[in-house]
């Protein structure tokens, strides 16, 4: 019998990627950038920290990441609690739910 199941995929839940790649080109906007469309495709998987520090360079901005991330956090929370649909994976489990993250 399965007692728990852990899931430590971005995509096996809930596809979050395009949402934080909407925001960060938002924050972009808001800075005076545009960047391409799959701009942020490079970045899955970086932190927060690393992904800004590493558009900072390349954009040459001087905001700090501190308060970008602060810009950020917001609309992330936002667009994630607006987000309804679920992978069907989850309609396969017949327990209770628990969802952890990093």
Do not use: C
């Not at 972009?28 to 495709?41: K, M, P, Q, S, V």
């Not at 932190?47 to 558009?55: L, R, V």
């Amino acid at each position: 019998m399965i007692n728990a199941v852990i899931f430590d995929l971005d995509g096996v839940l809930i596809d979050s990627e395009p949402l934080h790649s909407k925001t960060d080109n938002q924050i972009l906007r808001e800075l005076g950038i545009r960047a391409a469309e799959n701009y942020f495709d490079r970045f899955a998987g970086y932190t927060n920290e690393s992904m800004w520090e590493a558009i900072k360079k390349d954009y040459h901005i001087t905001k700090s990441t501190d308060k970008i991330i602060e810009m950020q956090m917001p609309l992330k929370l936002n667009l994630l609690q607006r987000k309804q649909e679920s992978k069907p994976v989850l309609q396969l489990l017949n327990s209770s739910l628990a969802v952890t993250s990093n």
